[in-house]
C-alpha cells in the first residue's frame, strides 16, 4: 500500500518549569534585581545543558513579577537540577509551577 503522506511519531508531550518572582515594584524591578535574574537563567542554562534535561526558553518582565521559563521531557528533573538557583534568588514571594503530561498537570512549589 502506498502512503500519501510521512507522518511524524507522535512526541513525548513537553514539560515546564515556570518560575514567578515578585520585584520591588510594579513594573519591571529595580536594575539590580533584572540582572540577578539574567545571572540566575545563565547559570540555570548551563547546568539544564549539562544535565541533558531540557532547555532554559527564557524570560519575561513586567507587572511587578519575574517570570522563568524552561522545558524539557520531565518537569521534575528539570526542577531538581534548576531548584538551587531558583531558591537562591533572594525575591519573594516567589512559586514554580511543574507542568506534566499530556493533559497538562500542575503543581505548585513555593519558594
Known amino acids: 500500500m502506498d502512503t500519501l503522506f510521512d507522518l511524524p511519531e507522535p512526541e513525548t508531550p513537553e514539560q515546564a518549569v515556570i518560575a514567578h518572582y515578585r520585584l520591588s515594584d510594579d513594573q519591571y524591578g529595580s536594575s539590580a534585581e533584572r540582572e540577578a535574574v539574567f545571572d540566575a537563567e545563565r547559570a540555570m542554562a548551563a547546568a539544564v545543558e549539562e544535565a541533558g534535561v531540557g532547555e532554559v526558553d527564557g524570560n519575561e518582565f513586567g507587572g511587578g513579577e519575574a517570570v ?32 506534566q503530561g499530556s493533559h497538562e498537570t500542575e503543581s505548585r512549589v513555593d519558594l
Open 68 to 99: 522563568l521559563y524552561a522545558y524539557g521531557a520531565d518537569a521534575e528533573a528539570l526542577f531538581k537540577v534548576m531548584e538551587p538557583t531558583l531558591r537562591g534568588l533572594p525575591f519573594r514571594p516567589a512559586y514554580v509551577r511543574l507542568r
